[in-house]
């Protein structure tokens, strides 16, 4: 086959597909489909901070728990003095 007619028929496909890819058609899928991405990234944003919140409430409440002991083992030494 002559190297010549592969890059004809290369560049009507690509000119095609370039043609298919800018149609209204394409154009409302490609917006749909950037729709949904951007949709399912707001569902993974709240998953994300609904989790951090979940944790900064752990940390608060181990810190607390911790200062609760602290203060247990100070009374406790201060009775033994």
């Known amino acids: 086959m002559h190297p010549g007619l592969l ?8 000119t095609a597909g370039i ?3 800018t149609s209204k058609t394409a154009r409302k899928g490609y917006v ?14 709240t998953v994300i901070d609904e989790a951090k919140a979940e ?8 810190g607390y728990e911790k200062k609760v ?4 083992e100070a009374d406790e030494k201060a ?3």
């Open 55 to 62: 944790f900064d409430d752990m940390m608060a409440e181990a």
């Open 32 to 45: 749909k489909t950037i729709a949904c991405g951007l949709k399912a990234k707001e569902e993974v944003e």
């Open 19 to 21: 043609k298919a890819a």
């Open 79 to 81: 009775i033994e003095a």
């Open 7 to 14: 890059v004809g028929a290369g560049f009507l496909l690509g």
């Open 69 to 72: 002991e602290v203060e247990e």
